[in-house]
C-alpha cells in the first residue's frame, strides 16, 4: 500500500525527481526543496509524512497548499485533474481505462488526497477524510450491485450506511434487506459502503413520484414566496431546528386564509424578517399578478404542509448552489 501512496502523490503533482538532493518525505522522489514547515493546527502529519525525513518537494508542498483537493471530489488521470460531482462519480470512475487517482472529500476539511492511492480500472483506492477506500470491481461488484438495489427502492441512504432500516422499509422490503445485508454488513468499517451509497443513483419511490405529479405551478409560486419569507428571517437563522420544527407551519395555519398582502406583512413581523429583507419579498409580491397571488393564497390555504415542505427544498437548494458556487474549480 504504502508504494502506491508513494505513485499517486507522484501522479497529481507530476514533478520530475531532481538529480541531486534528498527524497521528499510525501512522495520520495528526490528533490533539492525546503524542510517541510507546517502550522499546528495540521493534524494529519503521519499521513503526509511517508518515509523519513524532513524534506518535502515542491509538488507535494503544492499538493498541500491546494484548499480544492479538500472541498472537491476529483479523478486525476492523464489528461490532468477533474472535479466530479456526485452524480457524475459512478460514471466517471467506471470510464477510466488508465492508471488514475480519486478522491472523496465528505468532510471538506481533510487532506483526503494523502489516503489516495494510484488506481487501475479494476481497482480503485479512492482517498476519503481517514482512510483509503477500496472497491475490486470483480471482488465488490456484487456489494455494489446490493447497495444500489437499495437505492432503487427509495431507502435512505443513512439506514444502508448504519443498517439500521426503519420499520416502515422492513416491512415493504425485508427480503430485498436481508439479502443485501447478507453481502455488505461486513463492509462498513472498511468505507465501501458509505462510499457506495454516496455515488449510487438517486431514485425517486413511486411515492415521491406520485407527490410529484401532484405539484402544479402554483404550488410552486407559493413555495418561492415561502422561502422568501423563511430565508429572511432572523428567527430561522436564529433558531433554525424550532423554525423548521413547528414554529413556521405555526404561523402560516393563522394567516393562511388571509389574503396575500395580510399573510407578508403578518408573517415578516411574527418571523422577524428585517428592513432588507422585506424589502426582497415586497417586490416579489407586487410582481405576481392578481390570479397568481390568488392562485398562491389557494395553495397556501389548501396544502400548507406541501408547500413548506417545498419552499424548505427550495432553501436548501440555493444553499447548496451557493456554496457549490464558492468554490473555485480544478484546471
Not at 472529500?105 to 482512510?131: F, M, N
Not at 427502492?153 to 422490503?173: C, D, E, R, T
Request: charged share 20%; proline share 6%; aromatic share 8%.
Amino acid at each position: 500500500m504504502l508504494d502506491s501512496l508513494l505513485a499517486a502523490r507522484r501522479f497529481l503533482h507530476r514533478n520530475r525527481p531532481a538529480q541531486s538532493g534528498e527524497p521528499c518525505l510525501s512522495c520520495g522522489h528526490i528533490c533539492d526543496a525546503k524542510p517541510l514547515s507546517i502550522g499546528d493546527s495540521f493534524t494529519a502529519v503521519q499521513q503526509l509524512r511517508l518515509l523519513p525525513g524532513d524534506i518535502i518537494c515542491s509538488g507535494c508542498s503544492g499538493l498541500l497548499a491546494d484548499a480544492q483537493l479538500r472541498y472537491s471530489a476529483i479523478v486525476a488521470n492523464a489528461d490532468g485533474i477533474t472535479r466530479v460531482k456526485r452524480e457524475d462519480m459512478w460514471p466517471a470512475l467506471t470510464a477510466q481505462t488508465e492508471d488514475f487517482v480519486a478522491t472523496w472529500p465528505i468532510s471538506r476539511k481533510k487532506h483526503c488526497w494523502l489516503y489516495a492511492g494510484l488506481s487501475t480500472p479494476d481497482e480503485w483506492q479512492v482517498g476519503s477524510y481517514s482512510q483509503t477506500v477500496i472497491f475490486n470491481r470483480r471482488k465488490h461488484g456484487p456489494i455494489q450491485e446490493a447497495v444500489f438495489r437499495l437505492l432503487n427502492l427509495a431507502i435512505p441512504q443513512s439506514n444502508i450506511v448504519s443498517g439500521q432500516y426503519h420499520p416502515k422499509f422492513l416491512s415493504y422490503y425485508l427480503p430485498q434487506i436481508e439479502q443485501a445485508e447478507h453481502l455488505i454488513a461486513n463492509h462498513r468499517a472498511s468505507g465501501l459502503i458509505e462510499f457506495l451509497v454516496y455515488i449510487g443513483p438517486r431514485v425517486k419511490s413511486p411515492l415521491e413520484e406520485r407527490i410529484e405529479t401532484m405539484i402544479d405551478p402554483a404550488d410552486e409560486l407559493a413555495a418561492k414566496f415561502l422561502s422568501l419569507i423563511a430565508g429572511n428571517s432572523y428567527y430561522r437563522v436564529n433558531q433554525g431546528m424550532d423554525f423548521w420544527g413547528g414554529f413556521f407551519a405555526a404561523r402560516i395555519e393563522r394567516v393562511r386564509n388571509l389574503p396575500l398582502s395580510d399573510q407578508t406583512s403578518r408573517l415578516m413581523q411574527s418571523l422577524m424578517v428585517p428592513a432588507h429583507g422585506s424589502g426582497v419579498i415586497a417586490e416579489f409580491v407586487a410582481s405576481v399578478t392578481p390570479e397568481e397571488a390568488k392562485q398562491i393564497e389557494q395553495s397556501i390555504s389548501r396544502r400548507p404542509k406541501l408547500v413548506i415542505a417545498l419552499a424548505y427544498s427550495l432553501i436548501k437548494k440555493q444553499k447548496k448552489e451557493r456554496n457549490a458556487s464558492s468554490s473555485p474549480a480544478v484546471a
